[in-house]
């Protein structure tokens, strides 16, 4: 059965350090978002990717936060410089398209721990 | 701003019985209604979807049920097992399909 895959699983830094994230999606799905998970809390939408354009990053700090989908494939999140409010899961899903009411698919996550 | 309230936060049942969980929300105009599982450390998984015209949809020992007019769904495990215990998450669709999510219901099986 096919998977979103992400990398790292776990993820330990320091606050000022960078960190970057990978995202693997269903082969086949255009749509791909990466997430933010606070414990306790829902996942909030970070960015959304159509293909390769960007879609929707409104609640991306964009200061800080980057994310690439440059063939329309696999992506990469990146934090530069982390913070200690950045600690939570970073989850990755992917679905055929955003233009309909397809399930979106989510990744094991990456947990990241700022220190 | 569309929102989706969860209840109980938390909530601890004995194998073998049953329990409800409670979705409210504002979202609008309203495309669909998903439950999500997300066991600890994982990502979530979906158990059930239900659009405008669904009332009741089952996965299993999973149950959803969908009052659109009252805006309010459930999630009814039956016969719970010790895997059963994870997050439960409500989601709600507008018709961009853009997602609000519910904080989740944590639920703790114990044998």
């Known amino acids: 059965e096919a998977e979103v895959a992400q990398s790292p699983r776990y993820k330990i830094t320091e606050k000022s350090q960078a960190v970057a994230f990978w995202c693997d999606p269903i082969s086949g799905h255009a749509t791909l978002y990466w997430y933010r998970q606070i414990l306790g809390q829902g996942p909030e939408l970070l960015v959304q990717f159509q293909d390769e354009s960007v879609v929707d990053d409104s609640q991306l700090p964009k200061d800080r936060f980057s994310a690439e989908r440059l063939k329309g494939v696999d992506s990469t999140l990146k934090i530069q410089p982390a913070e200690l409010g950045d600690s939570a899961m970073y989850l990755c899903?992917?679905?055929?398209?955003?233009?309909?009411?397809?399930?979106?698919?989510f990744g094991p996550g990456t947990r990241l721990t700022v220190l | 701003k569309n929102q989706v309230e969860q209840s109980p936060q938390s909530l601890i049942i004995l194998e073998g019985k049953n329990c409800t969980l409670q979705c409210n929300y504002t979202v609008s105009p309203f495309s669909n209604l998903r439950w999500y599982k997300q066991d600890t450390g994982r990502g979530p998984v979906s158990l059930t979807i239900m659009t405008f015209s669904e009332n009741t949809k089952s996965n299993g020992r999973y149950t959803a049920t969908l009052d659109a007019d009252t805006k309010q769904s459930s999630l009814h495990i039956t016969a719970s097992q010790l895997s059963d215990s994870a997050s439960y998450i409500c989601v709600v669709s507008d018709l961009s399909y853009k997602l609000s999510f519910g904080a989740g219901t944590t639920v703790t099986v114990r044998a």
């Open positions: 899903a992917s679905s055929w398209t955003s233009n309909g009411p397809y399930e979106q698919f």
